[in-house]
């Protein structure tokens, strides 16, 4: 079936240390986009990519990057310089009709100790 | 600039009532609307949208949105909450015009609670 996969599901890691977030698509859409989940705080954009090779940073990009080297592939690292990495991480594309809705992965959870 | 305010963060009823979800928005170009659902620990999923035409947009699971520009808003609602409805949502506006960047914007969520 097609749909965006997100792995991992769960993660912990160490203050300092550098992760990297998968997100895999198979719905041959161009646009990405990666967000940042708090209570509260509803969905943050961090980076987008609208074609392959290329990406923007998005509302909170400081201490994420990003790389878009293929069409269904759109991973993001969050950095050390990350103050508070500790959040619910969503991936998601954009579909091909003209009212651009998102289609979402099922998240990743990242817990920093 | 646009952007979208959710009243009520959390919004409880009893099971059989009438669900009301309130999204108001403000752009400065007709925008297109979204209502997305969220259960816990998983991904947001498209209720329903609105784009043009018809006011009154039927989605998934039994709810419904009606846009109404003089208000500026666009409710979510649904004739009887059942205990599986119980999950966050989110409104989302993005402009409706070419040039768009087509970044979606999001109110902050509100928690819907199903008592039984």
């Known amino acids: 079936d097609g749909g965006i996969t997100q792995s991992p599901k769960y993660l912990f890691r160490k203050e300092g240390q550098n992760v990297t977030l998968s997100c895999e698509q198979n719905?041959?859409?161009?646009?990405m986009y990666w967000y940042r989940q708090d209570p509260g705080q509803g969905l943050r954009l961090i980076y987008y990519s609208q074609i392959v090779n290329d990406f923007q940073k998005g509302d909170i990009a400081e201490g994420y990057s990003v790389s878009r080297e293929k069409k269904e592939s759109f991973p993001l690292t969050v950095t050390s310089a990350q103050k508070n990495p500790t959040a619910f991480y969503l991936c998601a594309s954009k579909g091909t009709s003209a009212t651009g809705e998102l289609f979402f992965g099922e998240g990743s959870r990242l817990t920093v100790l | 600039a646009q952007s979208v305010t959710q009243l009520g963060s959390h919004v409880s009823v009893s099971e059989g009532a009438l669900v009301l979800l309130r999204c108001n928005y403000s752009?400065?170009?007709?925008?297109?609307l979204f209502w997305y659902v969220q259960y816990p620990n998983q991904g947001l999923q498209l209720l329903l949208k609105?784009?043009?035409?018809?006011?009154l947009v039927k989605g998934i699971n039994g709810f419904e949105a009606e846009f109404k520009k003089s208000e500026t808003s666009f409710h979510l609602t649904k004739p009887s909450a059942h205990m599986s409805d119980a999950a966050e949502y989110f409104c989302a506006v993005r402009p409706n015009s070419r040039g768009s960047n087509y970044k979606l914007t999001f109110g902050k969520g509100t928690l819907l609670t199903v008592n039984p």
């Open positions: 752009s400065s170009v007709p925008p297109y």
């Open positions: 719905l041959n859409h161009d646009a």
């Open positions: 609105y784009t043009t035409g018809a006011t």
